[in-house]
């Protein structure tokens, strides 16, 4: 018998999801206690019936953010026969997109947190190691089978990298430009599919 999901949980739920987006807009010294449960329409009193910790707190939200993102990028994947593509230049063009340049909040929690993750707490940073190696372990799904050991996460690297400076100079021509500059790079070196 299915039951509803309790009021705590359905609370619990919009904290992580508010969370999730805060810590991908702002930083994760960009999330305090406080700003999360007015954002969520709770009041800062509350917090503790969820979480033990702000710790525990940014651990959920590195999780869902990363989930949600994980998502995004298996629906892209998924579609690829209707349009006769590899996975891999679904994932490529899906993650380095015009679209994703300027979703942060929405967007990978690893382009958007990846030289904080290694100043958080032990906690913190083991989250953030798996959420590094979830994004990998994608590109490697992508990979032909024939594709070199290493090629995953080098082409994770580029794709975070190449993101990070796209997101510094703007979503203007020039970051535009950075993003298809590296798609179409990544591709020619990868992309072994046929007829691409």
């Known amino acids: 018998m299915d039951r509803e999901p309790g009021r705590k949980q359905v609370t619990h739920e919009r904290i992580v999801e508010t969370a999730a987006r805060a810590i991908r807009r702002g930083g994760f010294a960009g999330v305090g206690v406080a700003d999360i449960m007015k954002e969520a329409g709770l009041t800062h009193g509350g917090f503790y019936a969820h979480f033990a910790s702000r710790d525990a707190l940014l651990c959920e ?15 892209a994947i ?16 899906q993650y380095l997109s015009e679209s994703h340049l300027v979703s942060t909040e929405n967007g990978c ?15 913190v940073a083991q989250v953030a190691a798996r959420r590094v190696r979830g994004l ?14 290493d090629s995953a996460a080098v082409i994770a690297g580029q794709m975070v990298g190449s993101l990070q400076l796209a997101r510094a100079l703007g979503p203007n021509a020039e970051g ?10 990544l591709l020619a070196q990868h992309d072994t599919a046929p007829g691409h």
Do not use: F, Y
């Open 61 to 75: 939200a590195l999780e869902r953010a990363g989930t949600d993102s994980a998502g995004r990028v298996a629906a």
């Open 78 to 93: 998924a579609t690829r026969p209707s349009r006769g593509t590899s996975a891999l230049r679904a994932l490529v063009e």
């Open 176 to 185: 535009k430009a950075l993003l298809a500059a590296t798609r179409r790079a």
């Open 136 to 149: 990998i372990a994608a590109v490697q799904r992508a990979l032909p089978p024939d594709a070199a050991a």
């Open 109 to 123: 929690p690893v382009a958007a947190l990846a030289s904080e993750m290694p100043r958080q707490s032990r906690e």
